[in-house]
């Protein structure tokens, strides 16, 4: 079983920084090898901010967020984090935490899909004024 709480979001002005932690749990410590963040707007499908592996070195992003958001983690913890700067309205969304065990097509082609990740957090709510 895998459990993700994700903290930290709030209301924000265009411009300001705001950083989401998400803390995993879990029974099988391979079904966390993968911890990344989503996020998705009322409407439409959910997206892919940021993956990070515990072994690896780089992480995943989606490549018009990389410049201003940077995920991180803390093994010890087995929390990730995601530090947003120089926020925009358009970044208002639920945010939420993912976890999997493997991650074939974003290891080979960098692509962040949701269907690659079996669990999930309850989410939080960044809403970024102008």
């Known amino acids: 079983q895998v459990t993700l709480v994700e903290s930290g979001g709030g209301s924000v002005q265009a411009g300001d920084s705001l950083t989401l932690s998400c803390t995993a749990a879990?029974?099988?410590?391979?079904?966390?090898?993968?911890l990344g963040w989503f996020r998705q707007v009322p409407g439409k499908e959910r997206e892919g901010v940021a993956v990070i592996y515990t072994y690896g070195t780089t992480p995943y992003y989606k490549d018009s967020l990389k410049d201003r958001f940077t995920i991180s983690r803390d093994k010890a913890k087995n929390t990730i984090f995601l530090q947003m700067t120089n926020l925009k309205p358009e970044d208002t969304a639920i945010y939420y935490c993912?976890?999997?065990?493997?991650?074939?097509?974003?290891?080979?082609?960098?692509?962040?899909?949701?269907?690659?990740?079996?669990?999930w957090g309850q989410g939080t709510q960044v809403t970024v004024s102008s």
């Open positions: 879990s029974d099988r410590l391979e079904d966390v090898y993968y």
């Open positions: 993912a976890a999997s065990s493997s991650a074939y097509v974003l290891r080979t082609t960098g692509v962040i899909r949701e269907r690659d990740f079996p669990h």
